[in-house]
């Protein structure tokens, strides 16, 4: 026994020296005499599975635990093995069973966290760490984990106080200080953060996670230029990094340079095709480009469809109570509980359900809760809050309560839980509103819309949902209370006529500024107004755009971000606003038209470049509608020498659209809720 308890120390040694072959050799030697050694077989299966036989450190692991049942490390190894092939339930498994021999096995319950992480089970994997912690209490591992799990779920301050206990134990490990400085940047704090991340990159100035961080700390102070300088320098860094090239797509996005994001964002997928929010973030910017048709952008989202929810997902639940006239349970599932543009729909919403006919359960995926958030939270039946969720439980959750139709309010934006659908937790699900396309995800059944949007038989095959169109508007626009009154047109006691676009600069495509270039040129005494966003780069590219197509950069007044109250005084100084394409506005056109300005659309060929279309026929201004490019700069020629009319028509305008169905939020949920009860008779019609 002797010799082999020598063998077996010296056999550690070589183990943890990494002479994996030295190692092998003489555990192998310990075998042929004791060939049910448990420690020995333990300790070959790990040396194994460092060289990648796993089939071979699998048998050793079996045999110890045949030899002795229960045997902890063996467990824990067998976890281990699990873990790095991705079977992370199986994982969980073997690491619980090591934890029934030995509670205080502290990597065992690390691990074990770390699986849960894998999974999205977030609760889970906090325990996990926070018992890792308990037991040693100098882990520093396990208080970056936590902290990671728990800003994830959105318990920010949680998540701040660990990793602060993490730079605490390793105050010069960059990695600390970026995931403090994220946190602290996610909790509302970006120019603390900014600081923290400085320090990161000072100890490692090729760390591309703190360049990436730091990249989003000046995002959310509205640095965008100095943004795309740290995304850029992260990818220079490490050009396989799928994060900063999807946060790079994002902003140059913003920036309006949509062919460059595209390009980003499908460099990241390329990276990482199993991710589908960035897959998601690729489908959004696609919208914005006018080099791409509806057809091919159809195309690419029925992939992401077919991609992240194949076949195999379980059935819808069977109804129970199939009276077709009982008082349903409506979900709404969205990422923008919050101050949003979405947020004011979402109000009008949960304000005008007919309670004694719809119960509403409101699925809020929001990390920073808001006042608006708590707002609506009081509006809704029941809230469920759910940035901890992976999609299955959010699914099981749905389903537990026993929701009839679920209504999707985000399709591919930011914060949204498509997949959630994809396990087909409610009997009916549609989306609506927050997307102007398909969800390209089999398992929603209707997308709901109106008949000018989507014209009959006209856009149905860029949808995967049946189409359920509503009498009136698809959405309804919630006029704000604080707007200041309509000014009188500015172009009446002056010669120059002002043209203007609000929207966000992503939506101005190559296409849509070379027809509103025109438009300037046709109208020799006419001038522009954008907003700019927040980036300089973008703002002096987009002026040199109109110098390049012959417009003087005098002509272009350009206004960055502007504080809400800013932002509709704006209006008094626009005659007349140009509705971009082929992404057009939404609640920002009819910001323009409650400030008393037309506005001039394109009706396109999809629903992304219909919208203005349909807000204008429904409010009655079906003249300011052009069928193509050419046709638009003729009504912007003809309206700018019509200035009577155009001021006759801003004086009632205001007064004009709250009586129409646009501004109309009741009449507008009784006809959705009318929608809803009709798909509802259908679906038990249909045998449930």
């Known amino acids: 026994m002797a010799d082999i308890t020598q063998v077996f120390a010296a056999a550690v040694e070589f183990h943890q020296a990494g002479d994996l072959p030295a190692a092998e050799r003489m555990y192998r030697s310990i075998l042929l005499k004791l060939p049910n050694h448990s420690a020995t077989l333990c300790n070959l299966g790990a040396v194994l599975v460092r060289q990648d036989k796993l089939d071979e450190a699998a048998q050793c692991y079996a045999m110890c635990l045949a030899a002795s049942p229960g045997y902890p490390d063996a467990h824990y190894n067998f976890g281990n093995l699990y873990r790095r092939v991705g079977q992370y339930r199986e994982a969980i498994a073997e690491y619980t069973s090591c934890l029934r021999g030995n509670a205080n096995h502290a990597s065992s319950h690390f691990n074990m966290g770390l699986a849960y992480t894998a999974i999205g089970d977030l609760g889970a994997a906090a325990e996990s760490f926070r018992q890792t912690i308990g037991i040693e209490p100098q882990h520093s591992d396990a208080y970056n984990r936590l902290g990671d799990v728990l800003l994830r779920s959105g318990q920010i301050n949680e998540g701040i106080e660990q990793f602060r206990r993490y730079v605490a134990l390793r105050p010069n490990d960059p990695r600390g200080l970026n995931n403090l400085g994220l946190a602290i940047a996610n909790g509302g704090r970006p120019t603390e953060a900014v600081e923290l991340l400085h320090r990161a990159i000072a100890l490692n100035p090729e760390y591309a996670d703190a360049h990436n961080t730091l990249a989003l700390a000046y995002e959310a102070l509205g640095k965008k230029d100095d943004a795309t300088a740290h995304y850029r320098e992260a990818v220079r860094i490490n050009p396989n990094y799928a994060d900063a090239w999807s946060n790079l797509g994002t902003n140059l996005t913003e920036q309006g340079r949509v062919d460059e994001a595209i390009d980003a964002l499908r460099k990241s997928v390329e990276i990482r095709p199993s991710a589908a929010p960035i897959q998601s973030n690729l489908l959004l910017t696609m919208n914005y480009s006018s080099h791409l048709s509806p057809q091919e952008v159809a195309r690419e989202h029925l992939h992401w469809g077919q991609l992240f929810a194949p076949g195999g997902m379980p059935a819808s639940p069977a109804i129970i109570d199939a009276n077709p006239n009982r008082r349903l349970h409506v ?65 099981n959750q749905i389903r537990s309560d026993k929701i009839d139709i679920l209504i999707d309010l985000s399709g591919h934006t930011a914060g949204n839980r498509l997949l959630a659908m994809a396990y087909r937790p409610a009997p009916i699900q549609a ?132 504080p809400r109250k800013d932002y509709f005084e704006a209006y008094s100084m626009i005659d007349l606003a140009l509705d971009p394409f082929p992404y057009n506005g939404g609640v920002t056109t009819c910001d323009a038209l409650w400030m008393g300005v037309p506005t001039l659309t394109i009706a396109g060929a999809s629903y992304v470049s219909r919208q203005g279309a349909s807000i204008l026929t429904h409010i009655g201004l079906s003249e300011f509608i052009a069928d193509s490019p050419s046709n638009l700069i003729e009504l912007a020629k003809v309206w700018s020498s019509n200035r009577e009319w155009l001021a006759e028509i801003r004086a009632g305008l205001r007064s004009q659209m709250a009586k129409s169905a646009v501004a109309d939020g009741p009449g507008y949920v009784r006809r959705l809720e009318a929608g809803l009860r009709q798909v509802w008779k259908e679906r038990i019609a249909n045998g449930g």
């Open 431 to 562: 989306t609506l509103f927050g997307y102007p396309n398909t969800t390209g995800l089999p398992a929603v059944d209707y997308r709901i819309t109106d008949e000018i949007s989507d014209p009959s038989g006209q856009t149905e095959p860029f949808y995967v949902e049946r189409l359920l169109r509503l009498d009136g508007l698809a959405w309804a626009y919630h006029p704000p209370s604080d707007a200041p009154a309509v000014a009188l047109l500015p172009s009446a006691d002056r010669t120059t006529f002002t043209f203007g676009c609000l929207n966000n600069a992503a939506k101005i495509s190559d296409e849509c500024l070379a027809t509103w270039a025109k438009i300037l040129l046709e109208v020799p005494t006419s001038r522009l107004v954008l907003l700019a966003g927040q980036s300089q780069a973008a703002a002096k590219r987009l002026i040199e755009q109109f110098a390049v197509k012959g417009v003087a950069h005098d002509r272009i007044e350009l206004v960055f971000r502007l």
């Open 331 to 395: 979900g709404y599932l969205s990422g923008d509980f919050r101050a949003h543009t979405v947020a004011g729909f979402i109000e009008l919403l949960l304000t005008n359900h007919d309670r004694t006919q719809f119960h509403v359960t409101a699925y809020a995926q929001v990390a920073r809760p808001d006042d608006k958030t708590l707002f609506l939270q009081k509006k809704a039946d029941r809230w469920r809050a759910i940035p901890g969720m992976n999609d299955e439980q959010l699914a």
